[in-house]
């Protein structure tokens, strides 16, 4: 059962509108959560976190949203460029513990059209 | 060097023989971690070390086994392949276990025939 989902395998968005990628978790002990980006043929790199503490986390232009009592997650990345076209894994941990491992889910694989 | 290297980049492999991949990290960090991902599951663990000497199970270790003789090394190998290893495996590293954003390495394409 996986314990990170996201349940849109692809989106697809025009250049200069906003992009929304959603990710649900279901574990309530998760308590940090990050965002990666991965293009085809290499490894996936940091875009932005959250901590459970904060509702929002914002970087330029890529914004994160956590509403904890959903176990919701978005990331908002406005605006879209098609730079930005890649698959996008979020991931979540848990703080506390001596293993703190990072578990991701499936992705969602964004297109920006020019 | 600077990050992650992991080799080869590629390999086809028959079931049933050894295979160890390669990774290694040149930013001093304490955590290392193997992934493995397959389309529509995402990023699996497959084993972490949180320090040189140390190695931890991940969500899918079984099949494969790792070693940190030190800092920067964390080999992953599969001591029989099997079909069902024909995955891309990706090596990463974290300042601190677990909670710091981990850097990835570019990862190996392996294939088990």
């Known amino acids: 059962d996986q314990q990170v989902k996201q349940n849109s395998p692809s989106l697809s968005v025009q250049e200069g509108r906003i992009s929304i990628l959603n990710c649900d978790y279901t574990?309530?002990?998760?308590?940090?959560f990050l965002w990666y980006k991965k293009y085809p043929a290499e490894g996936p790199t940091f875009l932005i976190s959250?901590?459970?503490?904060?509702d929002k986390n914002e970087d330029g232009r890529f914004t994160v949203f956590l509403n904890k009592s959903a176990k919701h997650l978005s990331l908002h990345i406005v605006p879209s460029q098609p730079g930005d076209s890649a698959v996008y894994f979020c991931?979540?941990?848990?703080?506390?513990?001596?293993?703190?491992?990072?578990?991701f889910g499936s992705g969602t694989q964004l297109t920006v059209l020019p | 060097i600077a990050g992650i290297t992991q080799a080869p980049t590629s390999q086809i492999l028959a079931a049933g023989r050894r295979m160890t991949l390669r990774c290694t990290q040149d930013m001093r960090h304490n955590a290392m971690y193997w992934y493995r991902q397959d389309l529509g599951l995402g990023l699996r663990l497959i084993h972490y070390?949180?320090?040189?000497?140390?190695?931890g199970k991940g969500e899918v270790p079984d099949g494969y086994s790792v070693s940190r003789a030190n800092t920067d090394d964390f080999p992953l190998t599969l001591a029989s392949a099997v079909p069902s290893q024909t995955s891309v495996y990706f090596c990463?590293?974290?300042?601190?276990?677990?909670?710091?954003?981990?850097?990835f390495g570019p990862g190996t394409r392996l294939t088990v025939l």
């Open positions: 991931a979540a941990s848990i703080s506390s513990g001596s293993a703190r491992q990072l578990t």
């Open positions: 070390s949180n320090t040189a000497g140390t190695t």
């Open positions: 990463a590293s974290s300042a601190l276990p677990g909670r710091d954003e981990q850097f």
């Open positions: 574990n309530s002990m998760f308590d940090y």
């Open positions: 959250i901590s459970s503490i904060k």
